[in-house]
């Protein structure tokens, strides 16, 4: 996990390794679901199970001509 500080603190975590339940909260996971920061999650999909029900999704696709990028989960109005 990378921490970035700013006016909303932003953690970084590479759930690549991550294969269950026991793995995940030994990254300390749980701890930084208060609501008060903003988590970047690479490789989402081997957590799916434990993702708050607000999540927003980024995936990036590499395509022929670049980069194809689907934003998925953005609440009305906030757009």
Known sequence: MNQYLGRVPVFHFDMYRIEGEGDLCSTGYYDYLDGRSVLFIEWSENIAFALPEDTITVS?????GGRR??????????E
């Open 60 to 64: 990036i696709e590499k395509t022929p």
């Open 69 to 78: 990028i689907e934003v998925a989960g953005i609440p009305e109005g906030r």
